[in-house]
């Protein structure tokens, strides 16, 4: 056979491969489409918004640059993976530069504690808070990494489909005591409640109440020590346009401002969606990187779905939801790290203000985004890029945030001129915000909850909604509302999770 005919060959084949249509491109979505290729698929990858990253897109303004979403690139060895699956090398397309600290958190009373990958650094700034507490930091460090082995390890890329899947956790989450919230593991260890606060807090990175979530998700503090916080040069849109140019030199395709309205199913299978122009694109297998109470309860007929039922989705416990405000400055401040927590005068009851009442508090804990104290071009010469995010409750508060937003911008804004900005009104240039509400109208998040079901134990693992649909044949999700969750590293998580699942597509059942 001469190379000409092998490359028709070849192209034939690829031609008769079976279709994967993918709806969305946050990270969860772009590593599917990753995956997929590598297995056989002819890969589509639907967007509704007009530019690929989803939750991650970025926004360009006035020559400031803003990451809309996460900022926090920890596991680097899960994108690694896709750059090898295409037989690339990550290095060769994004820089990803380790932080150090990995961020700084403000306490109410000014003092602050600089969480890093030292295990000495970490150790003295325990002890400057608490001079005995270094056996209950040991201790504490000792379980976070049981839980990362159990947890992420062994269970994270796991799918959990299956009753049986479940039995086989249930050793594991025994020895990791997994009944108890991440709070009380956290007391057992630590007496000073600034100590709990700093090693607790990681679970609002993941949408979950610390007093609430499966201790289990202490494996956070774990990863974040073995393979540090990176900032990808450029911002987290260097690593959204790099896996878009990954799917696209493996023979996949992304289409933007496409935005689906309905997943086709046919004799209780998906054979393709229907956009909101109307137009009909059929395929032999369907990925939805977008929120699952969404898709279920907006893109699938109810006669389609006998477990995710308009009634369970609407019983679920939902995650918070998100105030972003993003913001430029003319002038730099570089006092302030590249990520700060500010925390408000009070946790543990502004959180039951949060996730229990879904009430909107008039104090608040923040997260502080500036991403030009590690890559100046982010923004013009001499000037700042920032966002500054707050756990809100979800839409579930009744909040009418077209009358809201402004006053609580507003109220953050002199919060952080009175704290690490001084004088900031009298420096800013561009200014704009994201409310829950945009969350639920623009990104399709139900409830506008940023992080779909709160990851609570009776809502993970085989509890939360499958990568391989319950209710669909040839229907998988992937994304932070899937199993095992939220943040960069779940939802890349779940993407590997979905590749167990996928079915081969030499063996695949066509959809005609």
Known sequence: ???????????????????????????????????????????????????PGGRARVIHVDGYTFDAGPTIVTVPFLLEELWDLAGRQLADDVELRLLDPFYRIRFDDGDHFDYSG?????LKEVLRIDPNAGPGYAAFMAEADLCYELGFEALGCEAFVRMG?????IPSMIRMKGWRSLHTMVATHFKHPKLRQAMSLQALLIGGNPFSVTCVFSLINALERRFGVHWAMGGTGALVNGLVDVIEGMGGSLRTGAEVRRIEVKDGRACGVTLATGETIPSDIVVCNADTAWTYKNLIDPKDRKVWTDSKIKNGKYSMGL??????????????PHHMMLLGPRYEALLKDIFKKHHLAEDFSLYLHRPTATDAGMAPEGCDTFYVLAPVPNLQSGTDWAAHAEPYRA?????????????????LTVSFMTTPQDFQDNLLSYQGAAFGLEPLLLQSAWFRPHNLSEDIENLFMVGASTHPGAGIP??????????????????????Q
């Open 118 to 122: 030292d295990p000495e650094r970490m």
């Open 165 to 169: 899947d479940l039995f086989k956790a």
């Open 323 to 336: 105030f972003v405000w993003y913001f430029g400055t003319n002038k730099r401040f570089d006092d302030v």
């Open 1 to 51: 056979m001469n190379a000409s005919t092998s490359e028709q060959l070849q192209q034939k084949t690829a031609s008769q491969a079976p279709v994967a249509l993918v709806i969305g491109s946050g990270f969860g979505g772009l590593a599917a489409a990753i995956r997929l290729s590598a297995k056989g698929y002819r890969v589509h990858v639907l967007e509704k918004l007009n530019a």
């Open 411 to 427: 109220a953050i804004a002199k919060a952080l001129e009175e704290t690490v900005l001084p004088n900031l009104s009298e420096h």
């Open 490 to 511: 779940g939802v890349l998580m779940s993407a590997k999770a979905l590749d167990t699942v996928l079915p081969d597509p030499a063996t695949l059942k066509r959809s």
